[in-house]
T-cell receptor
Framework: DAGVIQSPRHEVTEMGQEVTLRCKPI?????LFWYRQTMMRGLELLIY????????DSGMPEDRFSAKMPNASFSTLKIQPSEPRDSAVYFC?????????FGSGTRLTVV | SQKIEQNSEALNIQEGKTATLTCNYT??????LQWYRQDPGRGPVFLLL?????KEKRKERLKVTFDTTLKQSLFHITASQPADSATYLC??????????FGAGTRLFVKA
């Protein structure tokens, strides 16, 4: 298996633009997580899904953030409009029960 | 409030010595606790999981203890090597499979 695949690896965008981050989980995993990592706040859980259904989105910072999982092999995290404070590394992870497997992350820079 | 605390300062040790990292938590009753390793520019990688009814778990040079009374886990790397230099993250399940992370401790092993 190729592991959890995230795209793009790097994204630089201007403030106010829409940003879409993509994730392909490991086949057979039924949980999918989106995390954001910064030096100041560490690794924060944004939202997680079970069997494509959002279970807890209490970590999503504001209405500008949205996440979808239309099927078992694909998820997106969208930020609209983006702001400089959204600059961070965004990780997707999937699991079958407890142990998470992370993707390589998307480094987002909003200028 | 609910919190996971890890040593925020970096840990510097000499090759061959034992590194001990601490994870403390408040207001949680996790069914299990995990440790992950993160290298620069990469996603966290799972190392060990210990359940609430287990006091200690070992894997090669790694040892984890879990004290649910003290709400603390200790992570030990024996006979440390420069290749062990990385950031180590503690993670808890807080409800179902909702997994949250501490900020991590950076370990530097000097040759």
């Amino acid at each position: 298996d190729a592991g959890v695949i995230q795209s793009p690896r790097h994204e630089v965008t201007e403030m106010g633009q829409e940003v879409t981050l993509r994730c392909k989980p490991i086949s057979g995993h039924d949980y999918l997580f989106w995390y954001r990592q910064t030096m100041m706040r560490g690794l924060e859980l944004l939202i997680y899904f079970n069997n494509n259904v959002p279970i807890d989105d209490s970590g999503m910072p504001e209405d500008r953030f949205s996440a979808k999982m239309p099927n078992a092999s694909f998820s997106t995290l969208k930020i609209q409009p983006s702001e400089p404070r959204d600059s961070a590394v965004y990780f997707c992870a999937s699991s079958l029960a407890s142990v998470l497997t992370f993707g390589s992350g998307t480094r987002l820079t909003v200028v | 409030s609910q919190k996971i605390e890890q040593n925020s300062e970096a840990l510097n040790i000499q090759e061959g010595k034992t590194a001990t990292l601490t994870c403390n938590y408040t207001n949680y009753s996790p069914a299990y606790l995990q440790w992950y390793r993160q290298d620069p520019g990469r996603g966290p990688v799972f190392l060990l999981l210990i359940r609430e009814n287990e006091k200690e778990k070992r894997k090669e040079r790694l040892k984890v203890t879990f004290d649910t009374t003290l709400k603390q886990s200790l992570f030990h790397i024996t006979a440390s090597q420069p290749a062990d230099s990385a950031t180590y993250l503690c993670a808890l399940d807080v409800r179902g499979f909702k997994t949250i992370f501490g900020a991590g401790t950076r370990l530097f092993v000097k040759a």
